[in-house]
Nanobody
Protein backbone atom coordinates (compact mmCIF):
# COMPACT_ATOMS: atom_id res chain seq x y z
CA UNK A 1 0.00 0.00 0.00
CA UNK A 2 1.46 3.33 -1.08
CA UNK A 3 0.71 6.36 1.08
CA UNK A 4 1.78 9.95 0.52
CA UNK A 5 1.98 12.81 2.99
CA UNK A 6 2.71 16.43 2.10
CA UNK A 7 4.19 19.03 4.40
CA UNK A 8 5.77 22.46 4.22
CA UNK A 9 2.89 24.63 3.13
CA UNK A 10 2.11 27.96 4.71
CA UNK A 11 1.65 31.68 4.26
CA UNK A 12 4.36 33.69 2.52
CA UNK A 13 4.65 37.12 0.96
CA UNK A 14 5.05 37.57 -2.77
CA UNK A 15 8.66 36.98 -3.76
CA UNK A 16 9.20 34.57 -0.90
CA UNK A 17 10.04 30.87 -0.89
CA UNK A 18 8.68 27.62 0.48
CA UNK A 19 9.83 24.03 0.24
CA UNK A 20 7.19 21.34 0.10
CA UNK A 21 7.95 17.75 1.01
CA UNK A 22 6.16 14.60 -0.05
CA UNK A 23 6.94 11.55 2.04
CA UNK A 24 6.09 8.26 0.34
CA UNK A 25 5.61 5.01 2.22
CA UNK A 26 5.70 1.66 0.52
CA UNK A 27 8.24 -0.44 -1.37
CA UNK A 28 10.34 0.41 -4.40
CA UNK A 29 10.14 4.20 -4.08
CA UNK A 30 12.86 4.70 -6.70
CA UNK A 31 10.61 3.07 -9.29
CA UNK A 32 7.84 5.60 -8.78
CA UNK A 33 7.17 8.71 -10.80
CA UNK A 34 6.04 11.40 -8.36
CA UNK A 35 4.29 14.60 -9.32
CA UNK A 36 2.97 17.76 -7.77
CA UNK A 37 -0.42 19.15 -8.70
CA UNK A 38 -2.24 22.17 -7.34
CA UNK A 39 -5.80 23.35 -7.07
CA UNK A 40 -6.61 27.03 -6.68
CA UNK A 41 -9.97 28.18 -5.28
CA UNK A 42 -12.72 27.68 -7.84
CA UNK A 43 -10.44 25.95 -10.33
CA UNK A 44 -9.58 22.44 -11.37
CA UNK A 45 -6.44 20.61 -10.34
CA UNK A 46 -3.47 21.34 -12.57
CA UNK A 47 -0.06 19.78 -13.11
CA UNK A 48 2.90 21.58 -11.57
CA UNK A 49 5.94 19.33 -11.78
CA UNK A 50 7.07 15.71 -11.86
CA UNK A 51 10.15 13.63 -11.29
CA UNK A 52 10.25 10.43 -13.22
CA UNK A 53 11.27 7.14 -11.63
CA UNK A 54 14.93 7.00 -10.74
CA UNK A 55 15.19 10.74 -11.31
CA UNK A 56 15.62 10.14 -15.04
CA UNK A 57 13.83 13.36 -15.95
CA UNK A 58 11.97 16.31 -14.49
CA UNK A 59 9.02 18.20 -15.90
CA UNK A 60 7.44 21.57 -15.17
CA UNK A 61 4.35 23.51 -16.02
CA UNK A 62 5.33 26.59 -18.02
CA UNK A 63 4.38 29.20 -15.41
CA UNK A 64 6.63 27.67 -12.75
CA UNK A 65 9.69 26.99 -14.88
CA UNK A 66 12.70 28.83 -13.49
CA UNK A 67 10.96 29.38 -10.13
CA UNK A 68 10.18 25.85 -8.89
CA UNK A 69 12.61 22.95 -8.58
CA UNK A 70 11.62 19.35 -8.00
CA UNK A 71 14.03 16.85 -6.49
CA UNK A 72 13.94 13.47 -4.85
CA UNK A 73 15.87 11.66 -2.15
CA UNK A 74 15.40 7.95 -2.73
CA UNK A 75 17.02 7.02 0.58
CA UNK A 76 14.49 9.15 2.46
CA UNK A 77 11.62 8.25 0.13
CA UNK A 78 10.84 11.92 -0.20
CA UNK A 79 10.21 14.29 -3.07
CA UNK A 80 10.70 18.02 -2.61
CA UNK A 81 9.32 21.03 -4.40
CA UNK A 82 11.42 24.14 -3.85
CA UNK A 83 9.28 27.15 -4.72
CA UNK A 84 11.03 30.49 -5.16
CA UNK A 85 9.72 33.91 -6.17
CA UNK A 86 6.22 32.88 -5.22
CA UNK A 87 3.36 34.95 -6.58
CA UNK A 88 -0.27 35.33 -5.46
CA UNK A 89 -1.38 33.21 -8.41
CA UNK A 90 0.56 30.31 -6.89
CA UNK A 91 -1.94 30.22 -4.03
CA UNK A 92 -3.49 26.77 -4.00
CA UNK A 93 -3.66 23.44 -2.27
CA UNK A 94 -0.65 21.45 -3.42
CA UNK A 95 -0.95 17.69 -3.79
CA UNK A 96 1.67 15.08 -4.46
CA UNK A 97 0.81 11.99 -6.43
CA UNK A 98 2.62 8.82 -7.42
CA UNK A 99 2.49 6.16 -10.09
CA UNK A 100 4.55 3.09 -10.82
CA UNK A 101 4.08 3.42 -14.59
CA UNK A 102 5.66 6.78 -15.38
CA UNK A 103 4.73 6.92 -19.05
CA UNK A 104 6.25 10.09 -20.44
CA UNK A 105 3.35 11.01 -22.70
CA UNK A 106 0.87 11.00 -19.84
CA UNK A 107 3.05 12.31 -17.02
CA UNK A 108 1.06 15.57 -16.78
CA UNK A 109 -2.33 13.90 -16.58
CA UNK A 110 -4.08 13.74 -13.25
CA UNK A 111 -5.65 10.37 -14.08
CA UNK A 112 -2.18 8.83 -14.54
CA UNK A 113 -1.67 8.82 -10.78
CA UNK A 114 -3.50 6.30 -8.57
CA UNK A 115 -1.91 7.41 -5.30
CA UNK A 116 -2.50 10.84 -3.76
CA UNK A 117 -1.72 12.75 -0.61
CA UNK A 118 -4.16 14.91 1.32
CA UNK A 119 -2.65 18.21 0.19
CA UNK A 120 -0.97 21.17 1.83
CA UNK A 121 -2.13 24.78 1.60
CA UNK A 122 0.14 27.41 0.10
CA UNK A 123 -1.00 31.01 0.39
CA UNK A 124 0.94 33.88 -1.15
CA UNK A 125 -0.01 37.39 -0.10
CA UNK A 126 0.64 40.56 -2.10
Amino acid sequence: QVQLAESGGGLVQAGGSLRLSCSVSGPSFSRYTVAWFRQAPGKGREFVSATRYGGTSTHYEDTVKGRFTISRDNAKKTVYLQMDNLQPEDTAIYYCAATSTGILSTIRREDSYPHWGQGTQVTVSR
